[in-house]
């Protein structure tokens, strides 16, 4: 049973948090070399150079000529390279041992190896192949996430993988696919620069995308409107020409109340919406039960700001459409993005310099990350794992016979409640902490203790590897190469500035050698991440995500290449070698495989989908009882779980401890002041946080950060509802009491050693 071995703070003393070190190498210490990578934070990737010295990355120089960031770096980029040689780092393999203090000790890595083997093939041989799991991470390179689900598919046969993408960008995906027929925002952020219009709703770009904000800004120099739609004056609200404060949770009324009033002020496009598009329709006639005074009453935007975001959105000449977790993260997740992507549709304004539409991705390679075959319904290429078709090209990629490859398994939630039901018994995790990161969290902690087997591949202890039978020291961004896909859909390089230390080993490396040790080597046998990519340029051609034309140079040379990139033109089946990319897409002369000439977006008759994007209230909606919103999201200095953020000093010291934002009325209504103790209560459990009042949230909502674990994680308060399509959870709103606290919470008293 995976219990945690010992007092988590006797394994949080030996393993971390702790804060890094302020400086590496000797002060005035000049780099041996500077190596051209990209930061291992955010789906921005900005481009950064990491000075390497004694094999240890002692800082970084701007890399002023990747075309994405300029040189620029938010506080998270400038201060990444102080993970490295981090006193935390896992140096070898680690076996729960709970007569040690920390929980667990020390073994040879070929041990730990042979052990995971073992306990792999008892439960198969006992269960069945389904009764391990895998779980992955969107910061893995694309070489990882491809080659992870054909570990779990062909390897251990088990249909049961998916990732940690399925709490990024799944409701987006699903929604693009739905719409578009493909998954990828349509324009680089360079189209930006000149658009009148830009609509953000729900994305605190200046805090989880930082880089974007200078866009948007450049943008505005020019002229443009921006619209900020958020139940939070997030700080790029705060420079917007228009802000919608909706209520947590009603984005879809709001999208439909405008669309109905750009409907009735003549302010779509008939030409593209006759032309290009089907289903409008059905879409109109949803739309006319949304009056403003309806909208208005739902959402809580006032009536005259829903008729200036029709106007100013209506009659713009070119616009941008930006939209992330904030709307994504809710039950109705996909229908809040279709509803953004009904606005774009009648606009008509796609696929023309300075207009397009995207979902800002949030993981490091949530884009590659959701192409490849990770998520438990997809085959490398973004084919469908139910489609025989696909299943029978990637049968063939990978030698096996079609029958032998796993059906469609289940989302990550979902494969938790299966190790609750005792149907999985074994969990491989790699760069994931569910733990921290998905929601109600106190359930998928009774789930993990029910796993008789647990690996986790990591390189720092994460909260939820305390609960590990083995840990397999992985990997970090630095110490390996392979490709990501940034947030444009740009398809950049990660290059290794330093071998890995002591143990620890590249987690491709790591699956091979688990591979190797059940007598399951076939396939598993590539000698780099170069090997691996050649693999899936293969398996990914002729799918909507085709790579087959992208090269380790051809990046190099182009500073990343924008998918699709075709190894043979799709117009002719001639070889393409110099087939750059498809920087924009929708562009009125394009061409793809799907439509084959029939119109510019991916389905058979190659027009875009209107679809109804209805409004449902959200499941755990306020009441009597619980009368506030709660609201979670992320702040600038901290990333998702804060595996690595809570252990970079300077970080830490921005953002040291989660608060509850709420404003002054609600504040005074409920006798709290600022920096008081006060305690959150919602269906599933109670935190006890420091209060922050402040002025730029509604006085119905409050909101914590989520990215700190035990009695200060925001999840232990968070509803598991999810979207019946995306099966996203539904972060961004639950029902929630607020009350001063009776007194300081235990964990205040006993300080960690981060503090
Ligand atoms: S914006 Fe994202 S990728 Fe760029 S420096 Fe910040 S965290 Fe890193």
């Known amino acids: 049973m995976a219990k945690i071995p010992v007092d988590e703070l006797a394994i949080t003393r030996a393993y971390g948090p702790h804060v890094s070190a302020k400086i590496r190498g000797a002060p005035g210490e000049e780099p041996e070399r500077l190596v051209k990578t990209h930061c291992c934070f955010c789906g921005q990737q900005c481009g950064i150079q990491l000075k390497v010295r004694n094999e240890q990355v002692i800082g970084f120089e701007p890399w002023e000529e990747f075309p994405f960031n300029r040189g620029m770096l938010c506080p998270k980029g400038v201060k990444r390279y102080l993970q490295g040689s981090h006193p935390d780092r896992l140096l070898t393999a680690l076996a729960r041992d709970p007569s040690q203090s920390s929980g667990f000790r020390p073994i040879a890595y070929d041990e730990a190896i042979a052990k995971v083997a073992r306990e792999i093939e008892r439960l198969q041989e006992t269960h069945g192949h389904g009764s391990v799991g895998v779980l992955g991470g969107a910061s893995l390179t694309t070489e990882k996430t491809y080659l992870l689900g054909k570990f779990a598919r062909v390897c251990l046969k088990t249909p049961f993988i998916d990732y940690n993408g399925r709490l990024c960008m799944v409701s987006a995906g699903a929604a693009n696919k739905k719409a578009f027929g493909i998954d990828r925002t349509t324009n680089p952020w360079a189209d930006m620069i000149g658009t009148e219009v830009i609509w953000l709703a729900g994305s605190n770009v200046a805090e989880c995308s930082p880089i974007t904000t200078n866009y948007v800004w450049q943008a505005r120099e020019r002229g443009a409107k921006v619209i900020v739609q958020d139940p939070r004056i997030t700080p790029i609200a705060r420079t917007c020409d228009l802000y919608l404060p909706v209520r947590p949770g009603r984005d879809a009324a709001l999208f439909a109340g405008v669309l109905q009033l750009m409907i009735d002020n003549g302010w779509i496009d008939r030409d593209f919406i006759e032309a290009h598009t089907v289903g409008f329709d059905e879409v109109a006639k949803y739309c006319?039960?949304?009056?403003?005074a309806r909208t208005a009453d739902v959402t809580g935007v006032p009536e005259r700001s829903l008729r200036k975001a029709a106007e100013l959105w209506g009659q713009a000449k070119s616009s941008f459409f930006f939209h992330a977790r904030g709307i994504e993260h809710h039950s109705n997740g996909v229908q809040n993005a279709l509803g953004t992507i009904n606005l774009v549709l009648a606009s008509g304004r796609l696929g023309k310099p300075n207009c397009g539409y995207g979902t800002i991705v949030g993981q490091a390679n949530g884009q590659g990350g959701r192409e490849h075959g990770m998520k438990c319904d997809q085959l490398p290429g973004w084919r469908e794992i139910t489609n025989p078709d696909h299943r029978k090209y990637i049968a063939g990629v990978w030698d096996i016979e079609e029958k032998d490859l796993p059906g469609p398994g289940v989302d990550a939630y979902e494969l938790f409640r299966k190790i609750d039901a005792g149907e999985i018994k074994g969990l491989v995790s790699i760069c994931f902490n569910p733990k921290v990161s998905l929601p109600d969290s106190d359930f998928v902690t009774r789930a993990l203790e029910k796993l008789e087997?647990?690996?986790?591949?990591?390189?720092?202890?994460?909260?939820?590897?305390?609960?590990?039978?083995?840990?397999?020291?992985?990997?970090?961004?630095?110490?390996?190469?392979?490709?990501?896909?940034?947030?444009?859909?740009?398809?950049?390089?990660?290059?290794?500035?330093?071998?890995?230390?002591?143990d620890a080993r590249q987690d491709w490396r790591i699956v091979q050698d688990i591979a190797r040790a059940l007598g399951r080597p076939k396939g598993f046998t590539f000698d780099d991440p170069r090997a691996i990519f050649e693999e899936l340029r293969v398996a990914s051609k002729g799918g909507v995500a085709d790579y087959s034309g992208i090269t380790y140079e051809k990046i190099e040379r182009q500073m990343g290449v924008f998918?699709?990139?075709?190894?043979?033109?799709?117009?002719?089946?001639?070889?393409?070698?110099?087939?750059?990319?498809?920087?924009?897409?929708?562009?009125?002369?394009?061409?793809?495989?799907?439509?084959?000439?029939?119109?510019?977006?991916?389905?058979?008759?190659?027009?875009a989908r209107f679809n109804v994007a209805d409004y449902r209230t959200p499941a755990d909606d306020v009441d009597e009882a619980y009368p506030l919103f709660l609201t979670t999201g992320r702040v600038v200095s901290?990333?998702?779980?804060?595996?690595?953020?809570?252990?970079?000093?300077?970080?830490?010291?921005?953002?040291?401890?989660?608060?509850?934002?709420?404003?002054?009325?609600?504040?005074?209504?409920?006798?709290?002041?600022?920096?008081?103790?006060?305690?959150?209560?919602?269906?599933?459990?109670?935190?006890?946080?420091?209060?922050?009042?402040?002025t730029t949230i509604r006085p119905d909502t409050i909101f914590i950060p989520y990215h700190w674990a035990g009695e200060k994680s925001a999840n232990r308060l968070t509803v598991a509802a999810q979207d019946p399509i995306s099966k996203i959870p539904q972060y961004k709103v639950c029902a929630c009491r607020v009350r001063k606290a009776d007194g300081a919470p235990s964990y205040a008293s006993v300080l960690e050693p981060q503090q």
Request: some cysteine.
């Open 288 to 292: 006319r039960e949304w009056t403003p």
């Open 453 to 502: 087997f647990y690996v986790a591949i990591d390189f720092f202890l994460n909260d939820t590897a305390r609960h590990a039978d083995v840990v397999l020291p992985g990997s970090l961004h630095e110490e390996d190469e392979g490709t990501v896909t940034q947030v444009e859909g740009r398809v950049i390089k990660v290059n290794k500035a330093v071998e890995c230390p002591g």
């Open 563 to 607: 998918w699709p990139c075709y190894a043979e033109d799709p117009r002719t089946g001639k070889a393409s070698p110099d087939h750059e990319g498809t920087p924009r897409l929708f562009a009125p002369d394009s061409y793809n495989p799907v439509a084959k000439g029939a119109g510019r977006f991916y389905f058979p008759d190659g027009k």
């Open 638 to 694: 901290q990333f998702l779980s804060g595996t690595q953020t809570r252990r970079i000093g300077p970080l830490v010291s921005q953002y040291p401890e989660p608060r509850i934002e709420l404003h002054p009325r609600l504040a005074q209504k409920l006798g709290i002041a600022d920096g008081e103790w006060t305690t959150c209560e919602t269906r599933r459990g109670t935190i006890t946080l420091k209060a922050m009042v402040v």
